[in-house]
Nanobody, 125 residues
Framework: QVQLVESGGGLAQPGGSLRLSCTGS????????MSWYRQAPGKERELVAR?????????KYAESVKGRFTISRDNDKAAVYLQMDSLKPEDTAVYYC?????????????????WGQGTQVTVSS
């Protein structure tokens, strides 16, 4: 069955760094767009970063993290990473790994998508 397993969350000080990892299994990894979402208490889940596969322009970021976070993927390892630098207290949230099929059949079902269980990132002094 499909699994997305996250690691790398934890506590960091403002200005510090963390690197999140997510490893997928049970699906064809390179056929899926991979994303990181986050949700802070009392707020809606938001897209942090997304990376596609096989495109020249394949990444996108939330404005709040541009220049600080970097998403990357390794299809051979079925892994996606989020390097988080210059962390701020407002980055504190549960971070979720997400996979969604790149393509769908016209008139067919919605693309398959999967979620990890989430990993806590806390930025505090």
């Amino acid at each position: 069955q499909v699994q997305l397993v996250e690691s790398g969350g934890g506590l960091a000080q403002p200005g510090g760094s963390l690197r999140l990892s997510c490893t997928g299994s049970g699906f064809t990894f390179n056929m899926y767009a991979m994303s990181w979402y986050r949700q802070a208490p009392g707020k809606e889940r938001e897209l942090v970063a997304r990376i596609l596969s096989g495109l020249a322009i394949s990444t996108k970021y939330a404005e709040s993290v541009k220049g600080r976070f970097t998403i990357s993927r390794d299809n051979d390892k079925a892994a996606v990473y989020l390097q988080m630098d210059s962390l701020k207290p407002e980055d504190t949230a549960v971070y979720y790994c997400h996979a969604r099929q790149h393509y769908t059949i016209p008139g067919g079902p919605a693309p398959d998508e999967y979620w990890g269980q989430g990993t806590q990132v806390t930025v505090s002094s």
